[in-house]
């Protein structure tokens, strides 16, 4: 190790200030402390810190991720011998996942870090870290067919407009990794939905069926998985988000290190349980009709409301608001998937949407505190 | 039955190096200093010039703009130095101490026999006034006031903080002499906050209302207190005052002469042997401070770890404080250090029991600045019902009308020490405050 921090140092008098190549000091600087955290101490204020950082934050994250990409890798390739009709071993399935999952998180890290280092140099700040997490998230919440060509456009999208032009991580309104989703849903929807997106195509498959639940569920038909199924994740779908398990593993790591908020992870559930069982009662279509609890297993939900409705930047920052926050959007989620199959995902929808509430909610909550501080001011002046 | 005040949000970290229950004295140091910038919010006007002599009590400056309010000398002896800095600005004022003190006598009686002027005048006499802080702004408090209410913390909860009971066993006399003469100072009530869970010999004193505290630092810092039984509105003034300055102020009216005397913790896992000591305030620990410590390699600290001033360099005690902080400076880079699992200094799931370990965290900052991002982990540490970050983003703009909504009239920079502490984005929140109530007060006058 300290080969590579001489090999640094030795460097680093080019990227000073007066050095030659000063401008790309930001690129330097997200190299050098990504391998080393710097010796800095102290200056001001508190003379001992937390060892965490934004880079141990996000870092955590991607880890809480790992489990879902691993075992989405291989449902890849189970779900496609599985219509192929062909034999095979759990190593053939993740092997022939792992090749086509690869390039499009490659693609994903590259495309998008290369535009977030462009626009540090450009504004001379820091590179943020917060791609780390985007940068997986975004494969993972895209159907395994999609041409890498349209990933990369959705990936310049999401963090050009998503993220940048309002000023960085931390500044953003709407969760990057979904306006990816978003924008690749409504500019190339014959890519992003239907039948045969799930699944990679067998050339010579008799009765090729990729339609996921929702979908069939959609269009009235009966579907032939079970609870187990849709519980370990067996089944047709983006390619985090079909295992509800390995979510639950990664969603323990967010808890258990305080990465993610619990409040807003139990109030999604909460929910979109909630609603789902008043439409059991009601019961007009097989969308209504599919139990409550098993709602809450189909689809991105569980995906959504652990990994992306907990991004602290773009969720309620206040303790009452993430309550009212998660809940709305578990609630919205069965909603828009219920009502309008043509848009069988709800949870993005519902995600994005609350998104653009949620400081409306943090206003109302913060009033709150105001007033009764204001109130308190009134009465003792009086 | 006492009063209560209990809180779960909050953090005790506790350090390694806690000083025994034992005291020693430091012996008298050649020089003393007085560093008029520890007096936030102070335009000094000297008194003195270099070679005057000076004996203890004597005046060395005045508040420019208050000149009631004076800053004395600790010892007697030669005025060496004036240290100054960019713009002249007054850094220092060196003193030459003589081989014992001779003493400025004011003419002091027992407290019960003064009148409110009378005790104002002493204290601002013999530069005690100084002592004495307001809330809000946490500045040195305005004579002219009225203060609502007088609040003292005796529970230092901070990491390594100072054991009052302790430090206090010998003075109790001083002390509750010298609450007599706070009294005086308000028509309202003088509390006094205590550790809940241990035995104390406060908790018989009848002149003040006691409160008991129970819960995690920031429990002992009196604006928990504040909020719960005198919260602060516009135009209010709290005073509050530290124990061991209580027991300064009780002695002086005893004796007359201006000895500003405590006893210290000197703390920290850098310290050989931690343990207390009596010293004067404005000391010269150079000397002392040699054969004390295990290595060179250490950040010294006037105060706690949380709240304290750097004072690696000129190691002199502040006028303040009651503990010396030694812990390693950490000056050193980590390969991979945002690795999870690899600094243990994290309050998080492979940290169990986090704070019931001793643990030895040095000055690194553990990463660099950041936006704000994690929100909740602030919201943890913040026992006052305040919103910490839609406050300080309000400071970081300078919102006048926000702040003041947000409740920063009710906070000072000490209370957001932890979120200094905990802060992912390494964001110095007790800088903020500072600047938002130097905002407030130059606009609210």
Same mark, same amino acid.
Request: proline content about 5%; charged content about 20%; hydrophobic content about 45%.
């Given at each position: 190790?300290?080969?590579?921090?001489?090999?640094?140092?030795?460097?680093?008098?080019?990227?000073?200030?007066?050095?030659?190549?000063?401008?790309?000091?930001?690129?330097?600087?997200?190299?050098?402390?990504?391998?080393?955290?710097?010796?800095?101490?102290?200056?001001?204020?508190?003379?001992?810190?937390?060892?965490?950082?934004?880079?141990?934050?996000?870092?955590?994250?991607?880890?809480?991720?790992?489990?879902? $990409?691993?075992?989405?890798?291989?449902?890849?390739?189970?779900?496609?011998?599985?219509?192929?009709?062909?034999?095979?071993?759990?190593?053939?399935?993740?092997?022939?996942?792992?090749?086509? @999952?690869?390039?499009?998180?490659?693609?994903?890290?590259?495309?998008?870090?290369?535009?977030?280092?462009?626009?540090?140099?450009?504004?001379?700040?820091?590179?943020?870290?917060?791609?780390?997490?985007?940068?997986?998230?975004?494969?993972?919440?895209?159907?395994?067919?999609?041409?890498?060509?349209?990933?990369?456009?959705?990936?310049?999208?999401?963090?050009?407009?998503?993220?940048?032009?309002?000023?960085?991580?931390?500044?953003?309104?709407?969760?990057?990794?979904?306006?990816?989703?978003?924008?690749?849903?409504?500019?190339?929807?014959?890519?992003?939905?239907?039948?045969?997106?799930?699944?990679?195509?067998?050339? +010579?498959?008799?009765?090729?069926?990729?339609?996921?639940?929702?979908?069939?569920?959609?269009?009235?038909?009966?579907?032939?998985?079970?609870?187990?199924?849709?519980?370990?994740?067996?089944?047709?779908?983006?390619?985090?988000? $079909?295992?509800?398990?390995?979510?639950?593993?990664?969603?323990?790591?967010?808890?258990?290190?305080?990465?993610?908020?619990?409040?807003?992870?139990?109030?999604?559930?909460?929910?979109?349980?909630?609603?789902?069982?008043?439409?059991?009662?009601?019961?007009?279509?097989?969308?209504?009709?599919?139990?409550?609890?098993?709602?809450?297993?189909?689809?991105?939900?569980?995906?959504?409301? @652990?990994?992306?409705?907990?991004?602290?930047?773009?969720?309620?920052?206040?303790?009452?608001?993430?309550?009212?926050?998660?809940?709305?959007?578990?609630?919205?989620?069965?909603?828009?998937?219920?009502?309008?199959?043509?848009?069988?995902?709800?949870?993005?929808?519902?995600?994005?949407?609350?998104?653009?509430?949620?400081?409306?909610?943090?206003?109302?909550?913060?009033?709150?505190?105001?007033?009764?501080?204001?109130?308190?001011?009134?009465?003792?002046?009086? | 039955?006492?009063?209560?005040? =209990?809180?779960?949000?909050?953090?005790?970290?506790?350090?390694?190096?806690?000083?025994?229950?034992?005291?020693?004295?430091?012996?008298?140091?050649?020089?003393?200093?007085?560093?008029?910038?520890?007096?936030?919010?102070?335009?000094?006007?000297?008194?003195?010039?270099?070679?005057?002599?000076?004996?203890?009590?004597?005046?060395?400056?005045?508040?420019?703009?208050?000149?009631?309010?004076?800053?004395?000398?600790?010892?007697?002896?030669?005025?060496?130095?004036?240290?100054?800095?960019?713009?002249?600005?007054?850094?220092?004022?060196?003193?030459?101490?003589?081989?014992?003190?001779?003493?400025?006598?004011?003419?002091?009686?027992?407290?019960?026999?003064?009148?409110?002027?009378?005790?104002?005048?002493?204290?601002?006499?013999?530069?005690?006034?100084?002592?004495?802080?307001?809330?809000?702004?946490?500045?040195?408090?305005?004579?002219?006031?009225?203060?609502?209410?007088?609040?003292?913390?005796?529970?230092?909860?901070?990491?390594?903080?100072?054991?009052?009971?302790?430090?206090?066993?010998?003075?109790?006399?001083?002390?509750?002499?010298?609450?007599?003469?706070?009294? =005086?100072?308000?028509?309202?009530?003088?509390?006094?906050?205590?550790?809940?869970?241990?035995?104390?010999?406060?908790?018989?004193?009848?002149?003040?209302?006691?409160?008991?505290?129970?819960?995690?630092?920031?429990?002992?810092?009196?604006?928990?207190?504040?909020?719960?039984?005198?919260?602060?509105?516009?135009?209010?003034?709290?005073?509050?005052?530290?124990?061991?300055?209580?027991?300064?102020?009780?002695?002086?009216?005893?004796?007359?002469?201006?000895?500003?005397?405590?006893?210290?913790?000197?703390?920290?896992?850098?310290?050989?042997?931690?343990?207390?000591?009596?010293?004067?305030?404005?000391?010269?620990? $150079?000397?002392?401070?040699?054969?004390?410590?295990?290595?060179?390699?250490?950040?010294?600290?006037?105060?706690?770890?949380? $709240?304290?001033?750097?004072?690696?360099?000129?190691?002199?005690?502040?006028?303040?404080?009651?503990?010396?902080?030694?812990?390693?400076?950490?000056?050193?880079?980590?390969?991979?250090?945002?690795?999870?699992?690899?600094?243990?200094?994290?309050?998080?799931?492979?940290?169990?029991?986090?704070?019931?370990?001793?643990?030895?965290?040095?000055?690194?900052?553990?990463?660099?600045?950041?936006?704000?991002?994690?929100?909740?982990?602030?919201?943890?540490?913040?026992?006052?019902?305040?919103?910490?970050? +839609?406050?300080?983003?309000?400071?970081?703009?300078?919102?006048?009308?926000?702040?003041?909504?947000?409740?920063?009239?009710?906070?000072?920079?000490?209370?957001?020490?932890?979120?200094?502490?905990?802060?992912?984005?390494?964001?110095?929140?007790?800088?903020?405050?500072?600047?938002?109530?130097?905002?407030?007060?130059?606009?609210?006058?």
């Amino acid at each position: 190790m300290k080969v590579l921090e001489k090999f640094f140092n030795k460097y680093e008098h080019l990227f000073l200030e007066g050095g030659k190549y000063e401008k790309y000091r930001p690129a330097y600087m997200a190299m050098y402390t990504f391998m080393f955290t710097p010796d800095e101490t102290t200056k001001k204020g508190a003379h001992i810190r937390d060892a965490v950082d934004l880079k141990r934050v996000m870092f955590t994250v991607v880890l809480a991720l790992i489990p879902a $990409t691993i075992f989405g890798m291989w449902n890849v390739g189970y779900q496609y011998f599985h219509q192929a009709g062909m034999a095979f071993s759990n190593m053939d399935a993740f092997v022939y996942g792992f090749w086509k @999952v690869l390039p499009m998180i490659i693609v994903s890290y590259v495309v998008g870090l290369g535009i977030e280092f462009y626009f540090a140099v450009l504004r001379g700040h820091e590179v943020n870290e917060g791609y780390l997490v985007t940068g997986l998230l975004i494969p993972l919440i895209m159907p395994v067919t999609i041409p890498l060509w349209i990933l990369a456009v959705s990936v310049a999208f999401a963090v050009v407009i998503g993220k940048e032009v309002f000023g960085g991580t931390g500044m953003n309104i709407v969760n990057p990794a979904l306006t990816a989703r978003a924008f690749a849903f409504f500019a190339y929807p014959t890519f992003m939905s239907g039948n045969e997106v799930w699944i990679p195509k067998p050339e +010579h498959a008799d009765a090729y069926s990729g339609e996921t639940i929702l979908g069939a569920l959609g269009q009235g038909h009966h579907i032939a998985y079970t609870w187990k199924d849709m519980f370990f994740g067996t089944i047709p779908g983006s390619i985090g988000e $079909t295992s509800v398990l390995m979510i639950l593993i990664g969603a323990a790591l967010l808890l258990l290190t305080r990465v993610a908020s619990w409040r807003i992870m139990v109030s999604g559930f909460l929910g979109a349980a909630i609603m789902a069982f008043i439409f059991n009662l009601w019961g007009a279509n097989t969308l209504m009709q599919l139990p409550w609890w098993q709602h809450l297993l189909v689809g991105g939900l569980a995906f959504g409301v @652990v990994f992306m409705a907990t991004d602290p930047v773009t969720a309620a920052q206040t303790r009452k608001g993430k309550w009212i926050y998660g809940f709305l959007i578990g609630m919205f989620a069965i909603l828009v998937r219920v009502f309008n199959p043509a848009y069988p995902e709800g949870v993005m929808l519902a995600i994005l949407l609350m998104n653009v509430i949620a400081p409306t909610i943090d206003y109302y909550v913060v009033q709150a505190n105001i007033k009764k501080r204001m109130k308190r001011l009134v009465k003792q002046t009086a | 039955m006492h009063k209560q005040v =209990k809180i779960s949000k909050g953090l005790d970290i506790n350090l390694k190096g806690r000083p025994a229950l034992k005291i020693a004295k430091i012996p008298r140091s050649n020089q003393y200093v007085v560093k008029p910038t520890e007096f936030y919010g102070i335009n000094p006007r000297l008194s003195v010039k270099i070679g005057d002599h000076v004996d203890a009590g004597d005046p060395l400056f005045y508040h420019k703009y208050m000149d009631k309010i004076k800053f004395t000398s600790p010892v007697s002896g030669i005025v060496e130095d004036i240290v100054r800095g960019e713009r002249r600005k007054i850094l220092k004022i060196i003193i030459r101490a003589d081989a014992s003190d001779t003493f400025k006598s004011f003419k002091t009686d027992k407290p019960e026999n003064l009148s409110k002027d009378q005790t104002l005048d002493l204290l601002l006499e013999s530069g005690l006034f100084a002592t004495i802080k307001q809330r809000p702004y946490d500045l040195i408090a305005h004579p002219d006031d009225q203060p609502k209410a007088i609040f003292i913390s005796a529970y230092d909860s901070a990491p390594l903080g100072v054991d009052y009971t302790f430090a206090l066993k010998n003075n109790m006399k001083a002390f509750e002499n010298g609450l007599k003469a706070l009294k =005086k100072l308000t028509e309202g009530k003088v509390y006094l906050i205590i550790n809940g869970e241990t035995a104390s010999n406060f908790d018989k004193l009848n002149e003040v209302e006691i409160i008991k505290a129970f819960g995690p630092h920031p429990v002992g810092n009196v604006s928990v207190s504040i909020e719960k039984f005198e919260p602060i509105s516009k135009g209010d003034r709290i005073w509050t005052v530290n124990p061991a300055d209580i027991a300064m102020i009780g002695s002086f009216f005893e004796t007359g002469q201006y000895n500003p005397v405590r006893t210290i913790a000197l703390a920290g896992s850098k310290v050989k042997e931690p343990m207390y000591y009596t010293v004067k305030a404005g000391a010269d620990l $150079t000397d002392f401070l040699k054969d004390k410590l295990v290595d060179d390699n250490v950040r010294i600290i006037s105060g706690n770890v949380l $709240t304290g001033a750097n004072i690696t360099q000129d190691k002199i005690l502040n006028f303040y404080d009651n503990e010396i902080t030694v812990i390693p400076l950490g000056k050193k880079s980590r390969f991979l250090g945002w690795m999870p699992f690899l600094a243990e200094n994290r309050k998080s799931f492979y940290n169990f029991g986090f704070s019931k370990k001793l643990l030895d965290i040095d000055a690194n900052m553990y990463g660099e600045e950041r936006a704000f991002v994690m929100n909740e982990e602030l919201e943890s540490v913040m026992p006052l019902d305040i919103y910490p970050v +839609h406050l300080l983003k309000a400071a970081l703009v300078g919102d006048v009308e926000k702040m003041e909504q947000l409740g920063i009239l009710e906070v000072a920079p000490e209370d957001f020490a932890l979120l200094d502490y905990i802060s992912s984005s390494k964001i110095d929140t007790q800088e903020l405050i500072r600047k938002g109530l130097d905002i407030m007060q130059v606009e609210m006058g």
